[in-house]
């Protein structure tokens, strides 16, 4: 089984248990004060992620059979980190403005930097995601994925609008059931979904919380004031319960909402969507929303259309039947790709929070069961 040290405690408790670091995964871990012990352990196989090491231990760690992924300079996040990110990690420095944050800075530096032919900057974009989706399978680890259940929709549903509302409720009542909720991480129906999962409140808590987020001004206006209203909200209620985000430098103008306590960004799109519908076991649900919410559906589609007899399929909800049948008429194309299909059963087409709900475990209880054996 592969071994991971992503800390100095957990370096040095590994090797007080005995054991070496052959074939051992250390990630982004400062080792300049362990000459000594990294001198008298085994370490063929081993690979050293980003960790800060003397120069003398370097060459000596490698000429013994060790690989080393040197730290990358001049960057404004850690292509190895060990671990998601989170809302006060990205939104620092916010007193001084969002474009002082961590967020705005590796936005800053993939709109300067990724481009192609780049090397460099491909190779830390690259090594970054790894990482990310690494950390987010280690988040999960203990989850039973079934228990996943991811809520799309638009980044235009305004604070406080029955949408707004319908989606964290929903998120709400999902997470009282035991279930962990995942959202495209960004704004409109994305934070509805993440505040209402996070809410560890009453219903009536979470309309209050609602309405004090209603007062200021949207995202698309003012960044910097409607992330502080978010970090206020967050702080005057108890949202700590675990929801996750996973958003992308790629739409860089959308910034990622601070109800999601746990947040896997990506810079490459095209991964960050195969990670985030491949996570929801449980079923996903579609408020509507625009071209990307659109793409979400069909990207979830295909490996529900060509399921063989041995593969799981998740149920997909569409909520609001006016908007899926005229306004956006997906519908009509999903219910017939679906027709004769081992996923007919598996999507419904609703009107409320409650009736989704029960289609999630209708289309759970409706979806034949993989083959064994």
């Known amino acids: 089984m592969r071994i991971d040290l992503e800390s100095l405690d957990a370096f040095d408790a590994h090797l007080a248990s005995g054991g070496s670091l052959a074939g051992v995964f250390v990630q982004s871990v ?3 004060g362990r000459s000594t012990a990294l001198r008298s352990t085994e370490v063929k196989g081993a ?27 001049d960057l404004p996040f850690d292509p190895y980190r060990p671990e998601l990110y989170t809302p006060d990690e990205l939104y620092d420095h916010l007193a001084d403005g969002y474009p002082a944050t961590t967020d705005a800075a590796i936005f800053a530096w993939q709109s300067a930097q990724l481009r192609p032919g780049g090397l460099a900057a491909d190779l830390a974009a690259a090594l970054h995601d790894h990482a990310i989706t690494e950390a987010l399978q280690q988040t999960l680890a203990d989850v039973e994925l079934s228990r996943v259940v991811g809520i799309m929709g638009g980044h235009a549903e305004h604070r406080g ?16 059931q035991g279930h962990i909720v995942l959202s495209g991480g ?9 505040l209402g999962a996070s809410f560890d409140g009453t219903d009536a808590e979470l309309q209050a919380a609602i309405d004090d987020l209603a007062t200021g001004a949207p995202w698309s206006v003012d960044i910097t004031g409607w992330a502080r209203s978010a970090q206020a909200v967050a702080h005057r209620y108890r949202c700590t319960r675990l929801s996750l985000g996973i958003p992308t430098w790629f739409y860089g103008h959308e910034p990622p909402n601070l109800f999601a306590t ?16 491949r996570m929801c076991r449980g079923g996903l649900v579609y408020l509507p929303g625009a071209a990307g919410t ?7 589609v ?7 007899a041995s593969d799981p399929v998740a149920p997909l909800v569409l909520v609001g039947s006016e908007y899926w049948t005229e306004v956006l008429p ?14 007919a059963d598996a999507i419904r087409l609703v009107d409320s929070t409650d009736e989704a709900i029960e289609a999630l475990s209708a289309g759970r209880r409706a979806a034949p069961p993989p083959a064994h054996g």
């Not at 960004?186 to 993440?194: F, I, K, S, V």
């Not at 799109?269 to 990670?275: F, I, W």
């Not at 999903?334 to 996923?343: E, I, Q, T, V």
Request: proline share 7%.
């Open 294 to 300: 659109v793409q979400e559906v069909f990207q979830a």
């Open 186 to 194: 960004g704004p409109g129906a994305m934070e509805a979904a993440n």
């Open 262 to 277: 746990r947040i896997a960004k990506f810079f490459t799109n095209a991964l960050r969507e195969d990670v985030l519908l």
């Open 161 to 176: 609008s029955g949408p707004y509302r319908a989606s964290a409720e929903l998120a709400h009542r999902l997470a009282d």
């Open 30 to 32: 400062d080792l300049s």
């Open 47 to 73: 690979v050293f992620l980003g960790c800060a090491l003397r120069p003398t231990d370097a060459s000596q760690l490698a000429r013994r059979g060790a690989l080393i992924f040197p730290r990358l300079p």
């Open 330 to 343: 997906v519908w009509p194309l999903l219910h017939s790709l679906a027709a004769g299909r081992r996923m």
């Open 302 to 308: 295909t490996p529900n259309y060509y399921a063989a």
